[in-house]
């Protein structure tokens, strides 16, 4: 480890200048209430885990500070994405069936005032859709995903990492749409995105798109000035 600024959780080893962009982003963030958005990208095993797992440490550190992770992975399964993500932030870190995910949502959201009961119960049918329920399209989803995150940013400031997004059109998607709504009023979220540059086309049997690349996601991102980049080796 190498030692940060002081009161500081010290710096991974060899991951100094991506740590230390981080916390200026943080810091930057915090000062004007602005969403800002950083792409972390690197081959496996270039320390992008490495360096969220430190900013998680670091938000811990913070008061009034939230940090929500999501993954992503090349076979989606009921635990992936920012729904889930949300729902652990939410306090409903686990279920055992979609009315239980929905019960527990729409508890805890309602007691702590954060949004409706349908709000909740919408986002239960994000995560885990109950019989009879219709899917969520993805512009639906994401809507409620950004109204539920500047809900949880008007309370404390929040930092968004979204792993693996090479996975993920739909959470590029997302952050696009976040930080186009930002200009209604402060938004202070850092949103984190990791990407794996070398991740390999999925097995035809598997359900699922070949990989973003980076040049794609700065595609994705253009149209909201693009995002901060953090290159890893």
């Known amino acids: 480890m190498t030692r940060g600024p002081p009161n500081r959780l010290p710096f991974p080893e060899g ?65 992936d994405g920012l729904g889930s993500a949300l729902a652990e932030q ?22 702590l005032n954060i949004c409706a009961a349908d709000e909740a119960g919408d986002l239960a049918a994000t995560i885990w859709p109950r019989a009879g329920h219709q899917h969520v399209p993805r512009l639906e989803r994401n809507t409620l995903h950004v109204r539920l995150l500047r809900k949880i940013a008007a309370e404390r400031s929040v930092v968004l990492v979204l792993e693996d997004v090479q ?50 996601v700065r595609e994705l991102l253009r149209p909201v000035g693009g995002a901060a980049e953090l290159a890893l080796s």
């Open 90 to 111: 939410l306090g409903a870190p686990s279920w055992e069936s979609s009315d239980a995910l929905a019960a527990a949502l729409i508890d805890r959201c309602v007691s």
């Open 167 to 216: 996975w993920s059109e739909a959470a590029v998607s997302l952050v696009v749409q976040l930080i186009q709504a930002q200009s209604e009023r402060s938004t202070p979220i850092l949103v984190v995105l990791t990407l794996r540059t070398d991740a390999e086309e999925p097995d035809e049997h598997e359900i699922s798109r070949p990989p973003l690349t980076l040049e794609h």
């Open 15 to 79: 991951l100094d200048a991506a740590c230390s962009e981080l916390l200026s982003a943080s810091n930057r963030m915090a000062l004007d209430g602005r969403a800002r958005v950083v792409v972390i990208h690197g081959v496996e095993g270039s320390g992008k885990s490495q360096v969220v797992r430190w900013l998680a440490g670091f938000v811990a550190r913070q008061e009034r500070s939230a940090f929500i992770l999501a993954h992503h992975s090349v076979t989606p399964s009921i635990s």
